[in-house]
């Protein structure tokens, strides 16, 4: 369980995060929503501490605020950035491995279940991370998250510019781990009918503050039309 209490953020002088008040519970997709610039992926960046905030970011009981990045991927909390952020030069293996570098128990190889869930890494191994389509980069940037260990999974627009079987094949993916394996997953998605798909609740920001929130099955049409039409 994430629970975000009284979280505000600044760039410099501009106030983008106000009073932030959000939990996200194990074996559920919580999916944030807003038009652009509401501050989503601010959010998502402050729970992983790259940009200073304050409040309270209690993960599992423990508090995160003033804890290094690094520490709170140890802590259990993996993280798939907005663009992937794959490294271009790196073979699939190596980018794998980088999230193996988190890890406390010093474990070195790459854990099956990675390609269980996502054959195509396997058969791309050695390939270079920037040769790979981007629907097999979000794959990877997942599969590098979870060698981390976590129990959560934070992920930014998932979606965002691929093509919609491998959306549906992480959808899915990401479902079996909420249920099968109990992760907390908190992601942000502006497509609709993923969210109604695999959502089960919504966050809905206006502004950097939540103006809504609700299970998925309250995702009405007016709710839509008020907070995220454009
Ligand atoms: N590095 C930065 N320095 C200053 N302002 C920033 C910075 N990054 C984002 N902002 C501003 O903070 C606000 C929130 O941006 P953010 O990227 O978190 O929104 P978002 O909801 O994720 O948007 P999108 O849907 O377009 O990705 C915006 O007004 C944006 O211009």
Redesign the pocket.
Known sequence: MIEIANLNQF??E?H?LWDMNLNAEPGKITCVM??????????M?SIMGLLPSSGSIKYQGKELIGIAPEKRAEIGIGYVP?GREIFSQLTVEENLKIGLLARKDKVKEVPQRIYELFPVLKEMLHRKGGDLSGGQQQQLAIGRALCTNPSMLIL??PGEGIQPNIVQMIGEVIQKLAKEENFTILL?E?KLPFSRKFADQFVI?ER?RVVAENTIDQLTDEVVEQYLSV
């Open positions: 760039y410099g501009s983008t807003g038009r652009n610039g509401v501050g989503k992926t601010t959010l960046k907005q930014d627009e942000v502006q920001m950097g």
